[in-house]
Every structure is written in structure tokens, then in C-alpha cells.
């Protein structure tokens, strides 16, 4: 199986100054980065909306004062779509208090302007990374969850045996199975699950969010 195709997420600028805009445009392209403009946040909206944009791995540079739809509104909406990527907020000096509330309010960071470039560079690809790992979580809980789905009820049974801490022979007593069946189990749902040992399925399903309850 070929390995899957290393992750490069665009980098969606959103300001309604259009130099401003591409210089930055500008600025990520020098730097390797793909970025794609947009005049507002209307417009990169109106775009996710129609599905001409997809919501998938990206960041989001927005500028807090556009007009007619400001960033932080712009920002609002998103949350009501679930937006899932790194916003990174582009502020003027008198708008820094309301950049560290949107910040609060689940914004990845700001930048006052006029920044460094090699700084806003450095933000960008922090975002970048942290949306990459973002994504390749979301794959593996799918995978996990799918995978654990995909047990047999008696797998299952085995399964929060083991993840409680017994020991093989008190889940063949709970069980009324014998401890080779139970060894056959264990050894079937770690091939399943793609996990070496107990301690790292119980990390890897707390990590992730997931219960094999149920």
C-alpha cells in the first residue's frame, strides 16, 4: 500500500484591503505555502457555503475590521458551521483587546499589525502544523472507532474485561470461557485495533475521545 500524500493545507487569507491582501498572498507563496484571497468574509462564506471551498485541512488568516461583515462576525458564522481549522486573527493596535477575546473564544492567535513578516511566517506555520495533526487525529479516531465497531460482541466483552485491568484468567472466570479463548481474543483485538499492548489502546482511545461501552 502506498503511503498516503503528505498534508499541505492552504492558507486562506480573508482582509478587504486588496494590497494588503496580496502582498500576504504574496508573502506565503515566496515562502512555499499555498494561499488563496478573498475580499471578505462574505465571500469566503458565501464560497463554503456553495461548496466551491472545501472545509477541509487549513488556515484561516482573517482581518478583525472589514467591512460590511467584520472579522469577528465572519468568525461567529464559522463557529455556527462547526469550523473545525486554525483562525489566525490580523488586528490593529486598538483592536488587540477584542483579538484576546476571540482568542478566548476558540481563535488559534493574533497578530497586530504591522508585524514582522518572518513572525506572521512563524504563526502560519504553527497553525499549519497544529491543523495537520488536527487532521491526522481526526483519521485515526474514524479509524479506531470503525475498527472497534467492527468487534464481535464476545471481542467486545473481552475488550472492557481487559481495559479494566484483569488479568487473563478472571476474564475467562467472568466470562465462563476458557484462558486460551480469552488469549485468542486479546490477541485478535490488538490485530484489529493495530495496538501493541493494553496501556496504548487505553491511551490511544482516552486521547481520542473514545468508549468501547455500548
Not at 30 to 38: E, N, Q
Amino acid at each position: 500500500m502506498a503511503a498516503p500524500e503528505p498534508l499541505n493545507p492552504p492558507v486562506h487569507v480573508v482582509d478587504d484591503d486588496a494590497d494588503f491582501r496580496d502582498g500576504m498572498v504574496w508573502l506565503l507563496e515566496s515562502r512555499g505555502l499555498v494561499a488563496h484571497p478573498w475580499n471578505g468574509g462574505e465571500s469566503f462564506l458565501q464560497a463554503l457555503r456553495s461548496g466551491t471551498v472545501k472545509a477541509d485541512c487549513c488556515v484561516l488568516l482573517l482581518d478583525i475590521r472589514m467591512e460590511p461583515l467584520s472579522g469577528l462576525a465572519t468568525f461567529e458564522r464559522l463557529k455556527a458551521m462547526a469550523w473545525p481549522w486554525p483562525v489566525l486573527f490580523l488586528t490593529g493596535h486598538g483592536d488587540v483587546s477584542m483579538a484576546v477575546a476571540a482568542v478566548k473564544n476558540g481563535a488559534w492567535d493574533f497578530l497586530e499589525k504591522p508585524f514582522q513578516n518572518n513572525l506572521l511566517v512563524d504563526k502560519v506555520a504553527a497553525a499549519r502544523q497544529a491543523a495537520i495533526e488536527q487532521q491526522h487525529n481526526e483519521q485515526e479516531r474514524l479509524r479506531l472507532q470503525q475498527a472497534v465497531a467492527a468487534l464481535s460482541g464476545r471481542e467486545r466483552e473481552v475488550l472492557r474485561e481487559v481495559l479494566q485491568g484483569h488479568y487473563n484468567k478472571n476474564i475467562a472466570d467472568h466470562l465462563g470461557i476458557t484462558q486460551r479463548t480469552v488469549e485468542f481474543h486479546r490477541a485478535n483485538i490488538f490485530g484489529k485495533l493495530q495496538v501493541q499492548s493494553t496501556v496504548e489502546l487505553a491511551h490511544r482511545l482516552g486521547r481520542l475521545g473514545l468508549s468501547v461501552e455500548g
